[in-house]
T-cell receptor, first 112, second 113 residues
């Protein structure tokens, strides 16, 4: 199957770290992505990781990939109120097609 | 570089009508994909175009169609609109075929009454 699953909601306090988790079922996935969507807006690419990597860090963002368990996580350090949004995990394959399969999204709420 | 642009941003139609949405990819990008986003089904892939050819299609009825022009701009058309077609339609562009990073536009919000 090609399902991507995420928890629906996460609430944190400003300054804390946030960890958003995702599981996928397709072992042939090549790239895994994290997108952010703010109300009324399109999807903003945050970061991505190639399937042969375990970790990728980009400023406040850290992506961890456990390929054996098909588990992907996004850690946001020092979470700010501006980070409040819906975060989508997505996978794609190197099949020659640019098709993304998305999770349902995790709503992150950051309180002051 | 300008990002992906989509027009119109908002659209209201009635059942039975048809609609055309437009997407201009990032300059130099040749692949354009379309996605439908609804609260119930989430983000679902509609189709992908590369060099004016449809390379992949999602599981949507034939009322949904698209095309790509020689300048990589793309349009999608929905005929005989149904209430369930109300959604945010997102366009994404990437430099080439394959698992390239996709950059999304702001979307067109379609409401069918």
């Amino acid at each position: 199957g090609e399902d991507v699953e995420q928890s629906l909601f996460l609430s944190v306090r400003e300054g804390d770290s946030s960890v958003i988790n995702c599981t996928y079922t397709d072992s042939s996935s090549t790239y895994l992505y994290w997108y952010k969507q703010e109300p009324g807006a399109g999807l903003q690419l945050l970061t991505y990781i190639f399937s042969n990597m375990d970790m990728k860090q980009d400023q406040r963002l850290t992506v961890l990939l456990n390929k054996k368990d098909k588990h992907l996580s996004l850690r946001i350090a020092d979470t700010q109120t501006g980070d409040s949004a819906i975060y989508f995990c997505a996978e794609s394959k190197s099949s020659g097609y640019s098709t993304l399969t998305f999770g349902k999204g995790t709503m992150l709420l950051v309180s002051p | 570089k300008a990002g992906v642009t989509q027009t119109p941003r908002y659209l209201i139609k009635t059942r039975g009508q048809q609609v055309t949405l437009s997407c201009s990819p990032i300059s130099g990008h040749r692949s354009v994909s379309w996605y439908q986003q609804t609260p119930g089904q989430g983000l679902q892939f509609l189709f992908e175009y590369f060099s004016e050819t449809q390379r992949n299609k999602g599981n949507f009825p034939g009322r949904f169609s698209g095309r790509q022009f020689s300048n990589s701009r793309s349009e999608m058309n929905v005929s005989t609109l149904e209430l369930g077609d109300s959604a945010l339609y997102l366009c994404a562009s990437s430099p080439d075929r394959g698992a390239d990073t996709q950059y999304f536009g702001p979307g067109t919000r379609l409401t069918v009454l």
